[in-house]
């Protein structure tokens, strides 16, 4: 999932162009953005449209491509068939979230306004504490039009319908005014079938197996609202080139219940040689966990490899993913039956990362890492720190070693931000070790450790109130405190290469003790000591905002922008 994922990563996706586990976030720029937007609503038309024209720059415009040459005949005729699909899935968002996409459209006052509309999926701003843009447009209905603007906790309370709850239902207002519980397949039947139809054909022409049965089944779970056959078809994928994330999947458009799903579509396609990597790193896991830095008590577990995980080049983004902040990683499926049968798919898409990489992360570092160290901030190292925090997930222990359960129910609400924590801690453990045993040896490790730091700047950017922030901040502090990095008279941080190890070990057994205890109080003070933003850090960060790094990427995508006309 992009935001709701599964629940390790779930927290992550928070904030603002977070890169791991996930994005879909949506941080907000801070006050002095809003109180200038306001400003600028207030005045007359051309100065809103000034203001709009402002928020749009600070979208990044960024090509969808890959390396088409790798794809067999038959799978580049599956390409339109599957951004034809994708087309729907941004349609029905349109309709979860706003209403009539044509019809605010064709209101607009001028293509910025138009722009901005279509960035945030309606009058909005997602990034922005989903403020709204437009004038005389009041709040965002917290439950979208999943449900009616006007009904009642009580209501809804009292509806007696079993499916009111489900993933795939919405609750809708009859003529008499009471409610009624309609399935996707129903309220949306014109576009899911003509989406059906489109998988089926694109199956027709898949020549690996575990695909057309995927898209077979995806295309009847459209008619059907029964998603788990095909979810759990996904899950089986093998050896396929191609893949597709479509369909009604996270349920944070719903802000109201998290009940409901929204539409939304990946068209993919594999990074073998990645995956293939990865796949094997996951074997080593096993090794790895005997040697993490932390009495034997903290990791006799057998590490978790239930989880796949792949890397992949995205071409298409359509609806919930689509919106506001671009999601780079995305863990699914959601649901837990599934996920106990057959774990998780983790999929890292590459291609979004380089573009994030490119255009946030690089500018940020030319302000903020040493000028003797920025060409030791690289794109691969960057990659590898992202896919290994994401494979360190399933290093460590999952039920605490003192009677309390599972670790995540002894820490409660403190729990995700550890879990980040280690996995970022594990994650630089994993590159240490695979390139001392020769299984990595891309890049070098002064790379991984600068990267890392500059990785730190940009996911608290825009604040460190979600999980992966205040990992983040517990890094960044521990690691000061460690003398693991410097900050210079100019305001720029520099690693220190022979502390860095060090705190690395540091940290690690700090992270694992604390889960192993399950000790709730003390993790608790841990993280209100260690997960803030110390003032001067605050400083550093704020010379950010008047530099015009993007706040995010949008995305020229479809046939033309991959040099394929269209048919
Ligand atoms: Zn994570």
Known sequence: MKKRFTNI??????????????????????????????????????????????????????????????????????????????????????????????????????????????????????????????????????????????????????????????????????????????????????????????????????????????????????????????????????????????GPIENYEDALYNAKAAFEAYVLVKDKAWSEKLARYAKLLPDLQKGIPVEDKYKKEKPGSNSQLAALDVIYYAGDCNSGSKTIAVNLPNDESIQLEKGTRRSQLKNTMRAKFDHILLPISKMLIAEDQRANVTFDAFFQNVMFHEVAHGLGIKNTITGKGTVRKALGNTYSAIEEGKADILGLYMVTKLREMKELAEGKLNDNYVSFLASIFRSVRFGATSSHGKAN???????????????????????????????????????????????????????????????????????????????????????????????
């Not at 109080?521 to 993007?550: C, H, R, W, Y």
């Open 9 to 246: 990563c779930l927290a992550l996706m928070l904030a603002g162009s977070l890169w791991s586990c996930g994005g879909g976030t949506k941080a907000t720029e801070g006050s002095e953005k809003q109180d200038s937007t306001q400003t600028t609503t207030d005045n007359t038309n051309n100065n809103e449209a000034t203001g709009i024209a402002a928020m749009v720059k600070e979208y990044k415009k960024v090509k969808l491509t890959t390396d088409l040459s790798q794809l067999s005949d038959k799978e580049k005729q599956m390409l339109p068939l599957m951004i034809e699909a994708a087309k729907i899935m941004d349609e029905l968002f349109w309709m979860q979230s706003y209403g009539d996409k044509n019809a605010i459209l064709g209101k607009a006052k001028d293509e910025a306004t138009k722009q901005y509309l279509t960035i945030n999926y309606g009058p909005w701003d997602r990034l922005n504490g989903n403020k709204p843009f437009i004038e005389g447009i009041g709040e965002k209905p917290k439950g979208a039009q999943f449900y009616p603007a006007d009904m009642t906790k009580e209501e809804y309370d009292k509806l007696d319908n079993k499916d009111k709850g489900s993933l795939y239902t919405i609750i809708r207002r009859k003529e008499d005014k009471s409610l009624e519980v309609v399935p996707y397949s129903v309220v949306y039947k014109e576009k899911l079938t003509k989406a059906a139809e489109l998988l089926k054909k694109a199956a027709e022409l898949a020549e690996n197996e575990s695909l057309k049965k995927y898209l077979n089944l995806r295309a009847e779970a459209f008619l059907n609202d029964q998603y788990k056959a095909s979810d759990m078809a996904w899950m089986d994928l093998k050896d396929n080139g191609l893949d597709l994330i479509i």
């Open 473 to 567: 901040m517990v890094c960044f502090n521990f690691f000061k405190k460690m003398g693991a990095f410097t900050r210079g008279e100019d305001g720029t941080y520099k690693v220190n290469f022979e502390k860095f190890p060090e705190a690395v070990k540091g940290l690690t057994n700090k992270l694992l003790t604390l889960q192993g205890d399950g000790d709730y109080e003390a993790t608790k003070k841990f993280l209100d000591e260690m997960g803030v933003v110390p003032a001067e850090l605050q400083k550093d960060l704020n010379s950010l905002k008047s530099a015009g790094i993007p706040k995010d990427l949008i995305f020229e995508q479809g046939l033309e922008a991959l040099g394929l006309t269209a048919q």
